[in-house]
């Protein structure tokens, strides 16, 4: 379905830099609700899935909040809060820091590697989403997507 069908458009855009403007937010936002839907089943949010995927990628090391915060993608997030409630989950380790003891250092834990391995099913699924476009136009839409953020 075209956008202004999607959002019940009556007037036109005011030009194609409005539309696509507003393409890219519904975009983003259906993104979004489809991985939040894919990840209810596992009890995650997208922000506490993100932050288990950047734990992975420095496992076994372990890392502090500032860093993960710096990558997550959603910057907006309350990373110390998402990670206490990973820790309540047992998918986190939280200790202080041997060096500075007002820093914390953030550990995955086996059972959070565990349930990442049991989300890769899902990712056949998430690739689907995007099954309307080729290999070519996905690489295309990515090189449009990072050259849009360079401006």
């Known amino acids: 379905m075209i956008l202004e069908e999607e959002i019940h458009q009556v007037k036109p855009f005011r030009n194609e830099y409005h539309k696509a403007t ?17 990840l209810k089943p596992y009890k995650l949010t997208p922000q506490q899935y993100n932050i288990l995927r950047i734990l992975r ?5 372990a890392i502090t909040v500032k860093y993960i915060r710096e990558r997550m993608l959603d910057r907006m997030s309350d990373a110390s809060r998402i990670v206490e409630l990973l820790r309540k989950k047992g998918l986190v380790e939280r200790n202080i820091c041997e060096d ?39 690489i295309q839409l990515n090189i449009i997507l990072d050259k849009l953020r360079n401006v």
Do not use: C
């Open 57 to 61: 990628g420095k496992y076994p090391k």
């Open 22 to 38: 507003v393409n890219i937010i519904y975009s983003g936002k259906w993104m979004l609700q489809f991985v939040t839907d894919l």
């Open 100 to 138: 500075n003891r007002r820093r914390m250092d953030v550990l995955i834990t086996q059972k959070g590697l565990y349930l990442l391995d049991e989300i890769k099913a899902e990712d056949e699924h998430m690739d689907k989403r995007l099954s309307a476009l080729d290999e070519q136009e996905i």
